[in-house]
Structure formats: C-alpha cells, structure tokens
C-alpha cells in the first residue's frame, strides 16, 4: 500500500481524494485507490495463543545481488531470545558491486578485514542448526532468497549444513500474500511493515530488517487467529501452498510479458 500518486475518488465511500492524500493498493489495471477513513487496515490483535508467545528468531542477509545462487552474503545479522544478536560482516572474496552497496551501504573496504565466509557463514549455519535442534520458529522475510543463498554459500564453502527440511520457517512475505492475495499491491518489507504499523529505522541494514520482520510474523499471528494459532510444522505446509499460488500467480503474468518465472515449489528453498 501507498500514497496514490493522482487524484481519485474514494473506492469505498466516493470522496474526492487529493494526490498524496490517501491510499493506492491493487495491481496494474486493478488500482483502487481510498481516502485514509477508508484506507485497507489489519485486523485488531486477539487474545488467542499461538506460536507468536513463544520464543522466534530471525535472520537477515545482506549480499552482493540478487541471485541467490550465484551472489554472496557480506553481512548477517541472527537475532535469537531477547539480549542475544550475532551480527557480522562477511569478506565475500569478490567485489561488491555499486549498486548493491547503494542499498546496503557495505563497500569492499568495510569488508576488507572481515572474515572469509567459509568462517563467517559456518556460525551462522551452526546458529540455523541450533534452531533446528532446538525446534524454535526463524522469521525469514522472502526465505528462498536468503536461505538458498546461504546453502549455495555452505556448497561452495564445503560447510556442514543444518537439516533444511527440519527447519520451521515463518515467511512474513508469503504468510501476508496468504491472507491479502496480493491484493494489496506491492509487499516489501517496508510495506507489510507499515500495514501492521512495525516501525523499520534504517532498512537493508540487516538488524534493522531482522529485527522488523520478527515484529511483523508477530503481529501476523496475533491478528490473524488462523495463522498465529497454526502449529508451525502446519504452518510449513501452508506456506508452501501459499507460496505456491503465488508463483502461478506470478507466472501467468510473467508469462505474458515474458519475465522470469518463479518455481512453484520453491518455498523456502529454492533448487
Ligand atoms: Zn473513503
């Protein structure tokens, strides 16, 4: 969701809305846009239990691009019980390109002296594998990039690897495209994060996403019952249907425009 850019009427109740002055949400074709009265809101929390009241860790990756197998992690940021944060930089041995680090703002030289990653990935694989023994939910935003990432990185690096298909992950990005559908047009981080009214001070700093994705798995379940009240292993299940409908969704579009096409059973991990 965001501000409309062009002035429109109210989808639900006909008010003129000035540009800037309320809500956009939809799709290309599909815009609706809403005055802020009227504007799209999450539910309220409930006093339902779930997996939300237990212990949740979260991982975020910041890297050299996009491709999750071919490009490297230069920093992590592993945030486990409350007053426990691994964060480290990552010297990936390649260069970082410009325009990643315009987005993360981690140049070669703040790598220069960081550990190689076959030091720095094997704690935070050893950290995952902990969770896996420990059966303690990880907060991933968009999990087949970062968590294929760093299994490419554990091939590449020849270092041992948690159990993946043990591991519980709880993907803010596709549980909200399970609830809204993609209705709600464009769902970065940011995005969903101000829906549920998450707060992210310093995006694509890999703390500050982790830390926000974590607030927002939370405020998923504790305002959708049916999400924060599902068993986690169901969970997986769930989401991977999730994702699922939302690769096909993607791909009859990317289809007719002749984009890439998403791998249907590529949730969390992508082959
Ligand atoms: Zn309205």
């Given at each position: 969701m965001r501000p409309n850019r062009f002035d429109g009427f109210c989808d639900a109740c006909s008010v003129h809305v000035a540009a800037g002055g309320g809500a956009l949400t939809g799709l290309p074709g599909q815009w609706r846009t809403w005055c802020l009265a009227c504007s799209p809101q999450p539910p309220e929390r409930g006093a339902h239990d779930g997996w939300h009241r237990l212990p949740l860790a979260s991982l975020d990756l910041e890297t050299t691009?996009?491709?999750?197998?071919?490009d490297r992690v230069v920093s992590y940021a592993l945030l486990d019980e409350p007053g426990f944060e691994i964060t480290g930089l990552v010297n990936p041995g390649v260069p970082i390109p410009a325009a990643a680090a315009a987005v993360h703002g981690i140049t070669d030289a703040m790598v220069a002296a960081a550990p190689p990653p076959a030091d720095a990935l094997a704690v935070v694989l050893d950290w995952v594998d902990t969770l896996v023994q420990r059966r303690v939910g990880l907060v991933v935003f968009n999990a087949c990039y970062d968590l294929t990432m760093l299994r490419a990185e554990a091939v590449r690096h020849s270092l041992p690897q948690p159990d993946w298909d043990r591991l519980l992950v709880v993907d803010p990005y596709v549980v909200d495209w399970g609830i809204e559908r993609g209705q709600l047009g464009q769902r970065r981080l940011v995005d969903v994060a101000a829906y549920y009214g998450v707060?992210?001070?310093?995006?694509?700093?890999a703390t500050v996403d982790a830390r926000a994705a974590r607030e927002v798995a939370v405020e998923l379940a504790a305002r959708h019952a049916e999400v924060g009240g599902t068993p986690l292993e169901d969970l997986m299940t769930h989401q991977r249907a999730w994702y699922a409908d939302r690769a096909a969704d993607w791909n009859s579009y990317a289809r007719r425009v002749g984009r890439e096409l998403d791998d249907p059973d590529g949730w969390p991990l992508t082959g």
């Amino acid at each position: 969701m965001r501000p409309n850019r062009f002035d429109g009427f109210c989808d639900a109740c006909s008010v003129h809305v000035a540009a800037g002055g309320g809500a956009l949400t939809g799709l290309p074709g599909q815009w609706r846009t809403w005055c802020l009265a009227c504007s799209p809101q999450p539910p309220e929390r409930g006093a339902h239990d779930g997996w939300h009241r237990l212990p949740l860790a979260s991982l975020d990756l910041e890297t050299t691009g996009v491709d999750p197998h071919g490009d490297r992690v230069v920093s992590y940021a592993l945030l486990d019980e409350p007053g426990f944060e691994i964060t480290g930089l990552v010297n990936p041995g390649v260069p970082i390109p410009a325009a990643a680090a315009a987005v993360h703002g981690i140049t070669d030289a703040m790598v220069a002296a960081a550990p190689p990653p076959a030091d720095a990935l094997a704690v935070v694989l050893d950290w995952v594998d902990t969770l896996v023994q420990r059966r303690v939910g990880l907060v991933v935003f968009n999990a087949c990039y970062d968590l294929t990432m760093l299994r490419a990185e554990a091939v590449r690096h020849s270092l041992p690897q948690p159990d993946w298909d043990r591991l519980l992950v709880v993907d803010p990005y596709v549980v909200d495209w399970g609830i809204e559908r993609g209705q709600l047009g464009q769902r970065r981080l940011v995005d969903v994060a101000a829906y549920y009214g998450v707060s992210v001070d310093g995006a694509h700093d890999a703390t500050v996403d982790a830390r926000a994705a974590r607030e927002v798995a939370v405020e998923l379940a504790a305002r959708h019952a049916e999400v924060g009240g599902t068993p986690l292993e169901d969970l997986m299940t769930h989401q991977r249907a999730w994702y699922a409908d939302r690769a096909a969704d993607w791909n009859s579009y990317a289809r007719r425009v002749g984009r890439e096409l998403d791998d249907p059973d590529g949730w969390p991990l992508t082959g």
